[in-house]
């Protein structure tokens, strides 16, 4: 079956299904999503968003959670292929590795849907589309951001999210070049990765603290809020503060961030939006219909800064 029937197939799911409801229009429908794991407050708001919609729309999901091992996630892609389902979508883990389960995903004539993460493949032919945030703006948003808290002076700390990822590379890419073009002042004097993970994030701070270069940090640029909230607790466990001695920057946008904006621990958090379960789903109705969609759509997002944050702001955050 080519591309084109499959999307007919699909199709014909609404007609089947019949009335005027999301729930009605998608019933029958079975989609297998691969997430990464649940590393995060913004991964579990994320998982939230998807299976969700899926409810609210009488989506049959087939949910995997990898655990963070992307083999967990290349196994379960291979299990939906197995079960036939109508739509895979996944958020991969790393970039590289994909090439072959996906070819078989178009083998089996299933179209595959990138959320949050791409993948880098020799033929993009392999997945449909992908929904996510442009990283590398992230990155440059947050030099902005680091630039006007500093005054544009600063020795940075920077934690990295998951080596290989995605967003750990643009989120770094956009940053460096944001120093380099417009904030000479700011300068990267320790780097390592942190994994996503709020007590990796400590650990590594500790860490940094201890070195050489410790006492002479003045910023943090962390690629994720759950990394800038365990670096906080290091630097409160050294006996410095956070937004005073250290001003930190970091990317997401999740409740805890917030509260740590309204604290004065945290100088700004740049949005990356984990609400991704109606974007997904509406796409697949457009699979469905046999519509064409655009092989890169990216999320609208803003930017938070100490100063915007108010206890309204805090209680009207979704995730």
């Not at 993948?119 to 590398?136: K, R």
């Amino acid at each position: 079956m080519s591309r084109v029937h499959r999307s007919a197939a699909l199709a014909a799911i609404v007609l089947i299904a019949g009335g005027c409801g999301s729930r009605a229009r998608s019933g029958g429908l079975v989609v297998g999503f691969s997430q990464v794991g649940a590393e995060s407050g913004w991964r579990t708001a994320n998982t939230r968003s998807i299976k969700g919609e899926a409810d609210r729309r009488g989506v049959t999901l087939k949910f995997s959670d990898a655990q963070g091992d992307q083999e967990n996630q290349i196994r379960a892609i291979r299990s939906f292929i197995q079960q036939k389902v109508d739509v895979i979508a996944f958020s991969p883990k790393t970039e590289d590795g994909w090439q072959a389960v996906l070819e078989e995903a178009k083998q089996a004539h299933i179209p595959v849907i990138l959320t949050d993460r791409a993948v880098n493949v020799q033929d993009t032919s392999l997945y449909v589309t992908f929904i996510g945030s442009d990283f590398v703006e992230e990155g440059r948003r947050a030099a902005a951001c680091l630039a006007r808290a500093t005054g544009g002076k600063a020795r940075i700390a920077e934690l990295q999210g998951t080596p290989g990822s995605a967003p750990a590379l643009d989120r770094k890419k956009g940053f460096e070049a944001a120093l380099a073009a417009e904030f000479p002042g700011l300068t990267i004097i320790k780097s390592q990765s942190g994994n996503f993970e709020r007590a990796r994030g400590k650990e590594v701070f500790e860490a940094f603290l201890r070195s050489p270069e410790g006492a002479s940090i003045t910023a943090l640029y962390a690629h994720n809020d759950d990394m800038a909230l365990g670096a906080i607790q290091a630097i409160e466990a050294a006996g410095k503060k956070p937004g005073t001695d250290i001003v930190i920057v970091s990317v997401d946008g999740v409740h805890d961030a917030f509260q740590a904006m309204l604290d004065g621990k945290l100088a700004c958090s740049v949005e990356c939006n984990p609400l991704l379960g109606p974007q997904l789903f509406d796409l697949i109705e457009r699979l469905k219909r046999g519509e064409p969609v655009p092989k890169r759509i990216i999320t609208k997002e803003g930017v938070y800064e100490r100063s915007q944050v108010t206890r309204e702001t805090l209680a009207a955050r979704q995730y």
